[in-house]
């Protein structure tokens, strides 16, 4: 039977080993205890009966109460194991944050970090270009920098490689020596 022990909100870890070390201490007939990542203020317990349940968290800091239903292990199934989606996303990709607070900008991925789920991006609309880190699941590909399908670098196809001999070909020569004319003044 799977028991909801109802505990102080950012007081979860505490509470559970507590209650762990009472169920060591008096030898209990608990099989487990979870805390699942994202809910607060509930622990999960596994126990054979209520009563053993009951006597784990009876008495304790931080714990309030145990919750009067039972629970399946279907129900938490999805608290409890974690789900592993494929990350199809690159560096260069260009994405549409689809998450607070730049929701439906676009921007251009400069880095992923698949253990923390993690992409940062730069805003395409920004005129200075700022790294901002968004989660993976609040981000989806628009355009792929080298489409699925595309020659890979060094496959050139042959008109490919007529065109870079002509440009090959052309010399063009600047003369450094002279100013280009630029924003600045002379006298600045």
Known sequence: MIFVIKVTTNKEDRAMELISAKIHKKSLNVFSLARPHGLRGYLFLEAEDRESAEEAAFNL???KG???KTV???EIKNMIEPVLEEINIEKGDIVEIIGEPFKKEKAKVIRI??????AVVTLLAAVVP???TVKLDNVKVIRREKQEGEQEEGEEDES???DSESEEKLDIKMDYSEPAGGLIPDDY
Do not use: L, S
Not at 113 to 118: L, P, S
């Open 61 to 63: 800091p931080y714990v």
């Open 66 to 68: 145990i919750v009067g």
């Open 72 to 74: 399946t292990y279907d």
């Open 113 to 118: 970090d698949k253990g923390k789920g993690e």
């Open 130 to 132: 700022i790294p901002v």
């Open 160 to 162: 490919n490689k007529e």
